[in-house]
């Protein structure tokens, strides 16, 4: 998993156990990359987000996250940042500011 916030700081890199909960907070929107995310389940606020199939390649998903929730297609998602060469394996999370996912 890499998230970025909206000036591009690194807020989070690493690997998710199954079971856990990750908490991210910073600027909305954030960038969100997720290896292995079929096991990611997404709440932003503390509700409930589909990433759609939209967001998808395989099992990683690209996408931006607002604070209200929606999530739109990634605007750099051709030039993935440092640590995209190793992606989350089996991450059970992902947030965005004030959110906190669960797997």
């Known amino acids: 998993m890499d998230v970025h916030d909206a000036a591009g700081r690194r807020v989070f ?3 998710g156990r199954a079971n856990s909960v990750k908490t991210i907070a910073g600027v909305a929107p954030m960038r969100v990359y997720l290896g292995s995310a079929s096991g990611v389940q997404l709440e932003i ?5 589909a990433i759609g199939p939209q967001f998808w390649a395989g099992d990683v998903a690209r996408f931006e996250a607002g604070a209200d929730g929606v999530l739109r297609r990634d605007s750099r998602a051709a030039t993935p940042g ?4 190793t992606p989350a394996a089996a991450t059970p999370g992902a947030a965005i500011p004030g959110a906190h996912p669960s797997g």
């Open 82 to 85: 440092p640590g995209a060469a």
């Open 45 to 49: 606020n503390n509700r409930a987000v």
């Open 13 to 15: 890199a690493g690997n």
